[in-house]
């Protein structure tokens, strides 16, 4: 195994900052130039081209891209009533996290007769997209579908690559029942996200997508962002990440397994563990290697581990500083005073606090959203929440005398700007004595 173990005393700042560097997306201009092709034949061909690149990409040809209330049915008939337990506890779970978080409304009266007011009402539109690699998703179902049903959208319409027969997962159907999404479209990678942003003759276009994808599928969202009047994504996305503090008394069984976690979803997964404890980073190397053995997905864990680093600091205290630094998509912590060390910590997408809150709780059913920013967002933007399938906007309202007591400020302020326009919606008002 290829794990890197770092003692970061040793290092200068240029190897510190090449210890944390995440793997590079490779082939940007191709990638961009492939993209954009496709998004030109979704706008140019609509369902056409849908149908071309599913068979291109998918090796599937459609006959209808839309799912069938029939089809959804026949989901819930086929899933065991365990598995069908399994997906209404956690979205009972994620449901309870996120109806906390519904805003309301902010007036104030900010001086006699001056009246604003902060507004919330949902996005009109979204759209969901879905992965579908070598499983099925509904876990992703429901941490998009839980807080746009909950927030009110109007329309949620969740996409979704189809499998070898041309279906989609029956999990995914239930889950998306459960969320009230009633349309679903056998569609996915970049022509997808087109789709969406673009409208075909059968998917209406939406406000704003959410969900992972691959880099076709991010590269997708960052163009159409750009290109599309009025449409908008959930945020910058790029491969799976973990970052654990441990100290000495952490369980190195623990804390190998939750690395391999995240290495198992990607071959540009990156996973990196912080300690003061030199017997502790061995244990853990010693872990990864019986651990990785015994997983299906092993050569994909095997080739992310190559990224991946395990690094001696000086202490826990120098390890929140490389934690912060990094800022990672997720951060485990498993340390004797771990409530102590969050104090301490500021980016992150999630964090995860003691040995027994291992990263898969967050991934399923303890309630948060597994949405999270990757590549170093996380020092600026937060994680999925009930207030990224909102949107805010003000409102204000002034009386004669509200106005009359602004007057001389704003008339001063246009001055300074050489506004004459605006200093003139103000004074015409005082001039026709309506103050």
């Not at 819930?76 to 906390?100: D, G, M, V, W």
């Not at 409304?105 to 690699?133: F, H, M, Q």
């Not at 198992?264 to 997964?269: A, F, I, L, R």
Request: aromatic content about 4%; proline content about 4%; hydrophobic content about 40%.
């Amino acid at each position: 195994m290829n794990t890197q173990i770092i003692d970061w005393q040793t290092l200068s700042s240029q190897q510190k900052s090449d210890a944390l560097a995440r793997p590079a997306i490779a082939d940007n201009a191709l990638l961009s130039t492939q993209v954009a092709n496709i998004l030109a034949q979704v706008q140019k061909q609509g369902d056409k081209a849908l149908i071309k690149l599913t068979e291109q990409f998918d090796g599937i040809t459609l006959t209808n891209l839309a799912v069938s209330k029939a089809q959804v049915e026949q989901a819930k008939q086929a899933l065991t009533p365990k598995r069908i337990e399994a997906i209404n506890t956690a979205y009972q779970q994620i449901k309870t996290f996120h109806s906390a978080q519904k805003a309301s409304d902010i007036a104030v009266e900010t001086r006699p007769g001056v009246n604003c007011i902060l507004k919330t009402e949902p996005i009109e539109s979204v759209g969901l997209y879905i992965p579908a690699g070598s499983a099925p998703l509904p876990s992703t179902v429901l941490m998009l579908g839980v807080p746009a049903q909950l927030a009110g959208c109007n329309r949620a319409v969740l996409v979704c690559p189809p499998d070898k027969t041309g279906q989609l997962a029956n999990e995914i159907l239930v889950a998306a029942d459960l969320c009230g999404i009633e349309e679903i479209y056998t569609v996915g990678g970049a022509q997808a996200v087109a789709a969406l942003a673009y409208g075909t003759e059968t998917i209406k276009p939406v406000n704003k997508v959410f969900g992972p994808g691959n880099r076709y599928v991010t590269e997708a969202k960052k163009q159409l962002s750009q290109q599309v009047a009025g449409f908008a994504i959930d945020m910058p996305a790029g491969p799976s990440e973990l970052l654990i503090i441990g100290d000495s008394k952490a369980n190195a069984a623990f804390i190998a397994a939750d690395l391999l976690s995240q290495a198992e979803h990607g071959s540009d997964s990156q996973v990196i563990l912080l300690t003061d404890s030199e017997a502790l980073i061995q244990n853990v190397a010693d872990e990864l290697t019986k651990q990785v053995a015994l997983l299906s997905r092993k050569d994909i864990a095997l080739q992310a581990l190559k990224q991946s680093r395990l690094i001696l600091t000086n202490d826990l205290a120098q390890a929140a500083q490389v934690s912060n630094a990094y800022g990672p998509e997720h951060l485990i912590i498993q340390t004797e005073n771990a409530e102590q060390l969050l104090s301490s910590l500021r980016n992150a997408g999630s964090i995860f606090v003691g040995a027994y809150t291992p990263e898969s709780a967050g991934d399923y059913a303890s309630g948060t959203n597994h949405v999270l920013p990757t590549y170093g967002y996380s020092k600026v933007i937060g994680s999925l929440s009930l207030a990224d399938f909102s949107r805010r906007y003000t409102v204000q309202k002034l009386t004669k005398q509200g106005l009359a007591s602004l007057a001389e400020c704003i008339i001063e302020l246009t001055d300074a700007e050489g506004l004459d326009a605006h200093q003139r919606a103000v004074t015409i008002r005082l001039e026709e004595g309506a103050c």
